[in-house]
C-alpha cells in the first residue's frame, strides 16, 4: 500500500475518509490511486448512506456506486442487527484486493455489463443462508459474512488446521479462480500458458469434488510444504493456483507497503535465502516470452525472505504468533514466478521492487 497525504500535507491512509489536521472530508480514487478531497467529488453512495466505503465515484459515471460497490450483486440484510458492522469489514478487506486489480489493468467490469468475464460479488449470511458458503463460481464470489467476525474466524481456523485466515485471504483467493478463468480458461490444453500452468500446478481437469473430499477426510499428503503455499493448496490443482496467487498478492502489497514506510531489506544485517536460480524462470513452455524478470524477481523473493524473518520475530517478542507462518520452497518460488508472469497480461505488473 501505498503512503498518502492529505492536500493539506498530512498523512492519511487507504481507508481514510477525514483528515485530523485540516477536517477535509476524503475518497479514495481508483483510477489514479490517490486519496483526493470528497468535497468536490461524488462519494460512493454506500459510504454516504451507510459510511461503509470511501472510494470516489468518476465524475461521468451515470452511477451513484464506485467501482468496488457496483460489482456487488447482493449485499447482507441490513436491517438485522449487526449485520452493518460485519458488511463493512468485508467491504474494506473487498477494495483491498480490489486495488490490486485495478492497478495490474485488469478490466473490471459487472456480470451485468459483460456475462462472459465480468465480476459479481455475493455477500451472503450463513445463518441467513446455511447452504451458502465463501466461494466461486463462474464469476461469481460468494463471501460468508460470519467471516468478518474474529470468534467465528478463529473457528474456523482452528477447525480447519489453518495457519492464516483473513478476509483479505478470501477475496485475494477468490480472485485467483477468477484471474485463472481470464488468463487460462480461454485456452486449449497445448497452449503454451495451459501447459506452463499443468507443468507447474497439474491438471486442472482431475476431479475437483473427489479431490477435496480426500483433502477433508485424510488431510494433506506427507511433506506438502515442500511443493505447496499451504494445506489446502495441496488438494487441487485449482485451489493450488488460487492459494498461490493470493500469496503473490500478499507479498507484492506488502513489500510496497514495507517500500513506501521506508523499510529497506538491504538495511537488514540478515543473509539472503539461497533460492535457487532457476526458481525464478519460467517453465519451459514460455521460452520465448520475455525473461527480463527472472532476476529481479528472484531479488525480490530474496528480499521479502529477510524481510518476514524479522516480522516475525517482532510479533513473537510481542506474544504473538508469526506474522508470516509460511515457507517459499524452490517449488512454490516457481508457482508464484508464474503467477508473476500473469499478472502482467493486462499491461502493469507490482514492480516487486523495494
Known amino acids: 500500500m501505498l503512503s498518502y497525504q492529505c492536500a493539506c500535507g498530512n498523512p492519511v491512509y487507504f481507508d481514510s475518509s477525514l ?12 483510477l489514479t490511486d490517490r486519496i483526493l478531497p470528497a468535497d468536490n467529488a461524488r462519494l460512493c453512495s454506500n459510504g454516504a448512506r451507510y459510511n461503509v466505503c470511501n472510494w470516489l465515484v468518476p465524475p461521468d459515471s451515470p452511477d451513484d456506486l464506485c467501482l468496488a460497490c457496483r460489482l456487488n450483486r447482493t449485499i447482507p440484510d441490513l436491517t438485522r442487527p449487526g449485520n452493518l458492522p460485519l458488511w463493512s469489514r468485508i467491504e474494506a478487506a473487498k477494495r483491498r484486493a480490489l486495488r490490486s486489480l485495478v492497478n495490474m489493468g485488469l478490466p ?3 456480470l451485468a455489463e459483460d456475462p462472459d468475464a465480468g465480476l459479481a460479488f455475493d455477500i451472503v449470511s450463513h445463518i441467513a443462508d446455511p447452504a451458502i458458503s465463501t466461494g466461486y463460481l463462474a464469476g461469481v464470489i460468494t463471501i460468508n459474512l460470519e467471516e468478518a467476525d474474529d470468534v467465528h474466524r478463529r473457528i474456523s481456523q482452528q477447525q480447519l488446521g489453518e495457519s492464516s485466515r483473513t478476509l483479505l485471504g478470501h477475496f485475494h483467493h477468490e480472485c485467483g479462480h477468477y484471474v485463472w478463468e481470464l ?10 500458458i495451459r501447459a506452463a500452468f ?7 481437469s482431475s476431479n475437483y469434488p473427489a479431490a477435496l473430499a480426500r483433502h477433508y477426510s485424510s488431510g494433506p499428503p506427507h511433506g506438502w510444504e515442500s511443493s505447496f503455499i499451504s494445506a489446502y ?3 487441487h490443482p485449482s485451489e493450488d493456483w488460487a492459494e498461490t496467487w493470493a ?3 500478499h507479498l507484492t502489497e506488502a513489500m510496497e507497503t514495507c517500500s513506501h514506510a521506508g523499510i529497506h531489506a538491504h538495511h537488514l544485517s540478515l543473509p539472503l535465502v539461497p533460492i535457487p536460480a532457476d526458481a525464478a524462470s519460467l517453465p519451459p513452455q514460455l521460452t520465448s516470452a520475455i525473461t527480463s ?3 529481479p524477481f528472484l531479488a525480490a523473493l530474496q528480499r521479502w525472505a529477510c524481510l ?6 517482532v510479533s513473537l517478542s510481542l506474544g504473538e504468533p508469526r506474522l508470516y507462518p509460511f515457507v517459499i520452497s524452490t517449488a512454490v518460488a516457481k508457482k508464484l514466478r508464474l503467477a508473476h508472469h500473469v499478472a502482467g497480461f493486462w499491461g502493469r505488473r507490482p514492480a516487486l521492487l523495494i
Open 19 to 30: 483528515c485530523l489536521a485540516c477536517g477535509s472530508s476524503l475518497g479514495f480514487d481508483p
Open 108 to 110: 473490471l467490469r459487472t
Open 183 to 192: 488468463a487460462f480458461a480461454p485456452w486449449p490444453p497445448d497452449h503454451p
Open 198 to 204: 499443468r507443468s507447474r500446478f497439474g491438471d486442472e
Open 233 to 235: 493448496a495441496s488438494s
Open 247 to 249: 500469496h503473490y498478492l
Open 293 to 295: 524478470d527472472d532476476l
Open 308 to 313: 518476514t524473518t524479522v516480522l516475525n520475530e
